[in-house]
């Protein structure tokens, strides 16, 4: 029982888009007092109570629009790796040996900051040294961009063992928070 209470269950906003994930117990709270509607059951959970069995929610909808501001991702080592699928922006290659390199450099004026900051392998930033991409001749993958400021990657942890989440979660979404970026897994160096 304490177990099944504890299911993470997905809260969507009222315009669908995933706020937050609570357990099950504050699901039953929120649907009970009608802020929530139960869009999707977990299938092998129940809740026994004395009047009756209940279905253990899997993802609810509140039936009210929040309001919030747009969740800030932190500019963190891990965070631009991951961004950056744990791809150096430059050469393309998958690795857990990454340096961030400073598009612009710094001593040149580049910020910190998310549009200036991409994942490099140790050989592309040596290569590239205190150069622009155009004076190193190195062409970007992608043009660096702060990642997307939407409630998904609360669902991060949890997306790759709940499917019935997946239909809630736009494709490209999808692809990127079960993307190749698990460095932390064994195989990792198989995959490559
Ligand atoms: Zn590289």
């Known amino acids: ?7 993470a269950v997905l809260v ?19 649907v009970d007092r009608g802020k929530a509607e139960v869009l999707e059951h977990k299938d092998d959970s129940f809740i026994i ?3 009756r069995p209940f279905c253990v929610p899997s993802v609810i909808r509140l039936v009210y629009l929040i309001r919030r501001p747009r969740p ?9 790796f991951q961004r950056d699928n744990y791809t150096c922006q430059y050469c393309g290659k998958l690795t857990r040996d990454l340096t961030i390199d400073h598009v612009v450099p710094r001593f040149r004026g580049g910020p ?8 490099a392998c140790k050989a592309c930033n040596h290569r590239k ?12 993958k992608a ?8 409630g998904y990657y609360v ?3 949890h997306i790759a063992l709940r499917y019935e989440w997946h239909k809630f979660i736009p494709e490209w979404e999808l692809d990127r928070l079960l993307g190749p970026c698990t460095p932390w897994s064994e195989d990792f160096s198989e995959r490559r």
């Open 49 to 51: 109570t004395p009047t």
């Open 129 to 140: 040294a205190a150069r622009t991409p155009e004076e190193a001749r190195m062409k970007l």
């Open 155 to 157: 669902v991060a942890q």
């Open 72 to 80: 800030q991702r932190k500019l963190t080592r891990r965070e631009l």
């Open 143 to 150: 043009p660096p961009t702060m990642p997307s400021a939407s």
């Open 12 to 30: 969507l906003n009222q315009n669908y888009e995933p706020l937050n994930v609570c357990n099950a117990r504050r699901a039953f709270v929120l």
């Open 1 to 7: 029982m304490d177990r099944v209470v504890q299911t």
């Open 112 to 119: 910190h900051t998310w549009d200036n900051l991409v994942s």
